[in-house]
């Protein structure tokens, strides 16, 4: 089958955000606001600092802005893969963080619990299943790599469950996989736009004031504490917590920390009882290949396949474009990496294509700080690890804020940075050298040429 052919009905538009339950968009702020807390951004990250402020506190008084609509962006268009890793994976974690990464892994597996049960508390329709994710080999050197990656989470006391060529086929059958790694509880699948607009209607019965198609344009001191200037008005706030994540930052020194990557994906038709029968996939765990380019792949409730990654596309300057969401050289590429997993597949078709940008830092894993003599927090750099991980920033900001010293505070992780990127050219260059020698890499046995040895003595690993 031509793989074109798959993609001839495919919809230029994230599938999440096409459910039949969208909400309908809030209004825009008008003149002025007040508050104990203003925080920007309508994303993952502002949605759970805005409900976890309010519970903390009830009475502080909270207003959330978007600058287009809660959940269009990153949030309503990812994979829908939420993770109780802090770290981006065991491997950074040890890498970066090996004194603490026993606490980091304690506080991830509480975090994802907070996931499950304010998901459970507030009614939140998002099709949550804490169904794991199996990463699998698809060359006889990554499962070498898996193998040694089982030993060392064993010696941490992480259980994850090594599986042969047999027994990974036994769970999701391709011919190309060769044997696996399962998370059995570490990660949950669920639909990501529904869990934006959940935490949003959550936010709101505790008294959030949300505001839509309200951007922030300027931060600036107001006296004892803060002011937000937005295209029809302005809000005063004692505290503003930053959620804007891959969009500029209203505080200008975090902006050289993160790039803009862009990432893509596919979903299908519904498939029907035998081919999903074909493929096996019982489970409903999420998978991904342990190759430096990857693929995500996973089953929505109603018995798709989303399939997404291996690009990894940045744009000369880091700039935000609307039209890089589209890109059907990458869906093409997809559609035939498709196939050639699951050729029992043959002939399912695309419904949907879409990309978005990916907030991306040095070390794939978010960092914090604060500005504005404390008054503003902000939690950035999730670098694709931010459905679960954001209710962990949104802590570390209101613990920020607060002034007081936490579990969260003392971490190592949280009182680093990573390492800027270099302006331009250099930047771009660094970029595409690293890009062409991950793909080299994943064409030699996984073996990692000079380039990549000095990134990984840098700190600038590039292995996800």
Not at 59 to 69: C, D, K
Not at 114 to 121: F, L, P, Y
Not at 314 to 332: F, I, K, N, Q, V
Not at 437 to 452: F, K, Q, T, Y
């Amino acid at each position: 089958m031509d793989p074109a052919r798959s993609l001839a009905d495919a919809q230029p538009t994230p599938f999440w955000l096409e459910d039949p339950g969208r909400p309908r968009a809030g209004s825009a702020l008008v003149g002025d606001e007040h508050c104990d807390l203003l925080v920007v951004g309508g994303g993952y990250t502002g949605l759970w600092t805005a409900l976890l402020a309010k519970e903390r506190d009830p009475r502080r008084e909270v207003v959330l802005i978007e600058g287009r609509e809660v959940g269009w962006a990153a949030s309503g268009r990812n994979g829908g893969f939420c993770a109780a890793s802090l770290t981006h994976g065991l491997a950074n974690g040890l890498a970066r963080w090996p004194e603490e990464f026993g606490r980091l892994e304690e506080l991830g597996n509480r975090n994802l619990d907070g996931i499950e049960e304010t998901v459970a508390r507030h009614s939140i329709d998002c099709d949550f299943e804490r169904s794991g994710e199996i990463d699998v080999a698809t060359e006889p050197y990554q499962l070498d790599d898996l193998r040694a990656s089982a030993e060392e989470a064993a010696r941490h006391g992480v259980e994850l469950e090594l599986l042969d060529r047999d027994q990974v086929r036994a769970e999701v059958d391709s011919p190309t996989f060769v044997g696996g790694l399962w998370d059995r509880r570490g990660v949950a699948m669920l639909h990501p736009a529904k869990l934006a607009w959940g935490l949003r209607t959550a936010c709101e019965e505790l008294g959030v004031r949300v505001y839509e198609h309200t951007r922030a344009t300027r931060l600036a001191h107001n006296g004892s504490g803060m002011a937000v200037r937005t295209p029809y008005g302005r809000v005063f706030a004692r505290h503003v917590a930053l959620g804007t994540n891959v969009f500029p930052s209203l505080v200008r020194r975090v902006r050289p920390y993160i790039v803009p990557v862009y990432d893509y994906a596919l979903v299908t038709e519904p498939l029907t009882p035998q081919q999903l029968d074909a493929i096996g996939w019982k489970n409903r765990q999420g998978l991904g290949d342990s190759a430096n380019q990857f693929h995500y792949f996973r089953l929505t409730a109603d018995n798709r396949v989303l399939w997404g990654g291996y690009d990894a596309i940045y744009p000369y300057g880091g700039r935000l474009d609307a039209s890089r969401d589209e890109r059907p050289e990458t869906y093409l590429k997809l559609a035939g990496h498709f196939f050639r997993c699951f050729p029992q597949l043959e002939g399912v078709r695309f419904t949907h294509s879409w990309g978005g940008a990916i907030d991306t830092c040095s070390r794939f894993s978010a960092f914090y700080g604060t500005a504005h003599d404390g008054k503003v927090a902000y939690a950035a750099g999730y670098t694709g690890l931010g459905v679960g991980a954001t209710r962990f920033g949104a802590d570390v900001m209101l613990d920020l804020l607060s002034g007081e010293r936490t579990e969260r505070t003392e971490l190592r992780m949280v009182r680093t940075k990573p390492l800027p990127f270099p302006p331009e050219p250099l930047a771009w260059a660094g970029i595409g050298l690293t890009k062409w020698s991950l793909d080299r890499a994943d064409r030699n046995a996984g073996r990692r040429n000079l380039w990549l040895k000095a990134m990984d003595r840098l700190g600038l690993g590039f292995d996800s």
